[in-house]
């Protein structure tokens, strides 16, 4: 059962515009959502989280948006660089000291 | 401050045999959660250590099992290895991980033959 899915595999944008990266989850008792970065051969890097209280959080190029009566999660990169190339995931957290990660989407930009 | 430790990067084991990873947290933290990553199905939830205590455990056979030290240094160990427990294993600290962000390592390639 894949409480949180990222229904796209990859994503390609040119470079300077948004990438817009998605996540659904199924379970209401999430109340943390995270975004991490991973670039092959390293461990995944934290970008930005947000607390369900809010529906939006900003960090420079980072956006992340919640809709919690959707369920969904979206990320914004404005604008994209080449060196945003990687794989983003999303991961979600009930505070029982385990987050619940997406499968991943591959994102693209092009220069 | 030094990041994430995890030893070894790279292993190969075969079927049957069973193994030990480590990690090194960040100083200071002391919850150190593992998380197995397969192609296709992200990041797994292994377990999660806080004070040498388990306090959460993911939907894995009990071949799997970890441990955590007084220094808040980690183990995990498999045993009886099955072709598809070649994953990378990613070993993650937090000050607190009941919300807060998740420091990773590199991770620890694990390939059974």
């Known amino acids: 059962d894949q409480q949180v899915k990222q229904n796209s595999p990859s994503l390609s944008v040119q470079e300077g515009r948004i990438s817009i990266l998605n996540c659904d989850y199924t379970?209401?008792?999430?109340?943390?959502f995270l975004w991490y970065k991973k670039y092959p051969a390293e461990g995944p890097t934290f970008l930005i989280s947000i607390s369900s209280i809010k529906d939006k959080n900003e960090d420079g190029r980072f956006t992340v948006f919640l809709n919690k009566s959707a369920k969904h999660l979206s990320l914004h990169i404005v604008p994209s660089q080449p060196g945003d190339s990687a794989v983003y995931f999303c991961?979600?957290?009930?505070?029982?000291?385990?987050?619940?990660f997406g499968t991943g989407t591959r994102l693209k930009v092009l220069a | 401050k030094a990041g994430v430790t995890q030893t070894p990067r790279y292993l190969i084991k075969t079927r049957g045999q069973q193994v030990t990873l480590s990690c090194s947290p960040i100083s200071g933290h002391r919850s150190v959660s593992w998380y197995q990553q397969t192609p296709g199905q992200g990041l797994q939830f292994l377990f999660e250590?806080?004070?040498?205590?388990?306090?959460n455990k993911g939907n894995f056979p009990g071949r799997f099992s970890g441990r955590q030290f007084s220094n808040s240094r980690s183990e995990m160990n498999v045993s009886t290895l099955e072709l598809g427990d070649s994953a990378l294993y990613l070993c993650a600290s937090s000050l607190s991980t009941a919300r807060g962000e998740l420091f990773f390592g590199e991770g620890s390639r694990l390939t059974v033959l």
């Open positions: 379970n209401s008792m999430f109340d943390y």
């Open positions: 250590y806080f004070s040498e205590t388990q306090r």
């Open positions: 991961a979600a957290s009930t505070g029982t000291y385990k987050y619940i």
